[in-house]
């Protein structure tokens, strides 16, 4: 039932369903766009276990996917599981070179957090990771992410680099730079992570960074490694950050209510 308190000389109306003022909450830096969106909840059916099995077993399942289709047809390593992780480098040199080639992408994103305010694209591509990815993922556990991001890594970049792009490097022919073949497979790359324009383009040159990576190092395993690094930091970052803003948002929510209430208070008096 509507409650109202009726207008007493100059006194303004106040219902007890008039939305929350902003005064406050904007002193404590909520961004109302963005949490209004953040209590979107996960299906009570999806556990974060669910959740998380999900997301292992399409990651993982691409790895024998990818060896299977190199084997059909009988590309470069066929047979050989090192030399398609390795080529002619050794577990240790693409180790290093992985770790090291995971450098740019996180200077990339700390570049569109510093940025992201100020450029509507990248502005627009936090809130679509904030309130569509992130509600799906809490309370998966930092053992969680860590296995997403190498399922990721592994088995996104073995089917991508390790796969299409020696397919179509093969279809080209080997007078042909293999540039075509990069770029290609990062379109295709992108379009496979198309949530929206920006995301589309942000996958995109990372996709040529990683096609980059194996024509360079004539190894998947620097570009596995660098996109399962990339993805747990932004993964662990994104996390901390959703849970501090729907602290922030609770927060709002009773600066809101005592707003309201003060209001109520002072139209009665």
């Given at each position: ?18 939305p ?82 995971t ?33 799906i ?29 020696q ?5 080209l ?16 790359f ?6 929206s ?7 995109f ?19 596995a ?6 993805d ?37 008096g």
């Open positions: 039932m509507e409650e109202k308190v009726e207008n007493q000389g100059d006194s303004p109306v106040v219902s007890a369903e008039q929350v003022q902003n005064g406050l909450a904007e002193n404590i830096g909520v961004t109302t766009d963005l949490h209004s969106n953040l209590d979107i909840q996960r299906p009570l059916e999806f556990t974060w276990q669910k959740v998380l099995t999900k997301f292992l077993v399409l990651e993982f399942a691409l790895v024998p996917i990818a060896i299977f289709l190199i084997d059909l047809f009988d590309l470069p390593n066929s047979g050989s599981l090192a030399g398609q992780l390795l080529g002619e480098d050794s577990w240790v040199a693409s180790t290093v070179y992985g770790m090291l080639s450098v740019p992408l996180l200077a990339l994103f700390v570049l569109s957090e510093v940025c992201g305010p100020y450029w509507k694209p990248f502005r627009n591509l936090r809130e679509l990771v904030m309130t569509k990815l992130m509600p993922m809490r309370g998966i556990p930092i053992w969680g992410l860590l296995l997403i991001s190498v399922g990721a890594g592994f088995g996104e970049e073995w089917l991508f680099r390790g796969f299409l792009q397919l179509v490097k093969s279809w022919g080997t007078d042909v730079e293999s540039w075509p073949a990069v770029f290609i497979v990062a379109l295709l992108g379009a496979c992570h198309a949530l324009k920006a995301y589309f383009v942000v996958t040159v990372i996709g040529l960074y990683f096609g980059y990576l194996v024509e360079l190092t004539g190894s998947v395993l620097p570009a490694f660098s996109h399962a690094g990339y747990f930091v932004a993964l662990v970052y994104l996390t901390i950050l959703d849970k501090k803003l729907r602290r922030q948002e609770e927060v709002a929510e009773v600066v809101g209510d005592v707003e309201s209430g003060t209001q109520e208070t002072a139209s009665v």
